[in-house]
């Protein structure tokens, strides 16, 4: 009995090896060695120079701008989402025949996992010069710009996550015990009324999982800006790719890498606390 | 409210739609219309640089999707056994690596590797025989491979563990009882309970990695990917080519989500 118990700990130990030693090359020890640059000198090529400083972090403010439109777009993008989102879940939940239920909802989930690049730069292509502006001057509006505007950027943003955000509300609302509404119907409560106090609480913790799981995607986008912001709004994502392939500055570079995820982790979790609180801790599953 | 939900839903398919329509412009700029042809799917064909990219794409693409199935089964096993703190330090790592944004992963990839090769190179040199070239180490196959498998693994692992939930602990042992060894019970009960979720996992890993753009983008090194591919393309300007090679890379995956999803509804839905 003995020997079999300690066979079966060499057995663990083999089979979660490779995903050890993947998480200790591959996370554990980049996110130290960002850790080690962000507080290094810049070396004359602009990578690691050695030392300690905090200069990086004091210089932080050079790309105030692009934190600030970060931490504007990325709630406001999960609002929009959210908005878009919540009556398709209810309907595809609560309303539409069981028949075309799979169907619809395969068809929400399925532009997620196909490239966002291509379907981004579907909007370039709407947006842009010859799309619908075009379109407008037809019917009057001339020289209407769309595209590289902070609206061309919400609207790739609701485009590209609204997959992510419908999937977890519809599957709260899904599970939703359906004889609490019809018992609030049986005994008068108002359509609105049976929504507000049932259906919206209980449906809570699909709204809060859409809504991280898309702020988290937000906090690091890089495409949706690049393509439809042109420049004019940027977010952390892009100042990245800047200071790491165009003006090489590796340790700035980690300073803002460290600071964008550090800035993550306590808006999650006060959000995670937030949730918690509000006895909508049940796990939602991301699949 | 009807009218609502197919608007949504044409929001989210007529962009999709424009890119496949104007694929198959005849004419020779990408935003007019001139008559359809598949003159743009021949171009894009023969285009060495696109075949080069999707070759590339595609052997990072099947190296990630093979590695990560696996190994995300073989911890997902092992984590079920696993109790106390080694077990929360795993949870906390898988939940690390997917929260953890694609382009910090790059970025640290990147960082962490190029100062490993410095350091490493020149001490493969100092051991390595005279009058043989001593291998160098730089960024690749292998550093794009490394940086997906870590995020596609944990996903793997977050698929099959939820299967292993879902799982009749009775069929175990009942094969126990009926003295089947651990091999045997796993080979013949356990892995056809859990198998649609690796294959879907498998199926995800692959579209995830062929279609990734940000974490290759930093730490592919001199080879090109798809992605890569098309957003330089997009750089220099919009066209129909590009519109050939999205509509393939949408299809393509398209293929490999439809089969994902029947291979999870199989077994995950519950019989009506």
Redesign the interface.
Known sequence: MREESKS?RW???A??A??SI??L???????I??LV?SFGERSALG??GGGFTFEHYLNLPARFKAFQNTMTFAPVGTLLCLL?AY??AY?LAL?VN?RYK?ILL??????F???????T??????L?G??IPVLLEWIGFEGVRLINTPGAVLIGIV?GY??LMVFPIYVSLDKLDKSLLEASDDLGGSPYKTFMQITLPLSMPGVATGCMLVF??L??E??IPA?LGGGKVFFI?NA??DL??QSRN?PF??AV?VT??VI?LIT?SFYMRMALRNKTGRDE??? | ?RI??IS??L???V??G??VL?SFNAGRH???LRGLSVQWYGKALSNPFVGDAFVTSLIVALSVAILSS???T??A???Q??KGTPRVL?DG?IY??????????G??????????FKFLNPLLASIWPEGVNPPKLSMGYFSVI??H??FT?SLV???VR?RIAGMDRALIEASMDLYATPWGTFYQVTLPQIFPAILAGFL?SF?FSF?D??IS??VAGPNTTL?IY??SS?RRG?TPE?NAI?TM??VG??FL??TA?FL??KRTRPK?
Do not use: H
């Not at chain 1, 730069?121 to 709407?126: E, G, P, R, V």
């Not at chain 2, 690390?96 to 992963?105: L, R």
């Not at chain 2, 990839?109 to 100062?115: C, E, H, P």
């Open positions: 079966n057995l663990t130990a089979l979660l490779p995903t993947w998480f090359l591959m996370l554990i020890l980049p996110l060695v960002i640059f990578g690691y878009v009556p398709l309907y309303k069981r799979l395969v068809l929400v989930i399925i532009p996992w196909t490239s966002l690049l291509v379907r730069y579907a909007w370039i292509f709407i842009g010859r799309g485009y609204l997959p988290i995607l906090m690091g890089f495409l393509f994502g990245l790719v790491f392939l590796w570079g980690s890498s964008l995820v993550m999650v599953s991301l699949m | 409210m609502y939900i949504v839903y929001f989210l398919y962009p999709i424009i890119i104007f990408a935003s007019e696996l190994m995300g073989a911890a096993l092992a984590l056994r696993l795993f790592l690390i690596a997917i929260m953890i944004p694609g382009i910090v992963i970025i640290a990839t990147l960082v962490a590797l190029v100062t490993v490394a940086a498998t870590l693994m692992i977050i698929l939820a995800l579209t279609d753009f940000i983008f930093f992605p098309i957003f997009i919009i590009v999205g890379v949408l995956s398209l989500l439809m999803q999870l509804r009506d």
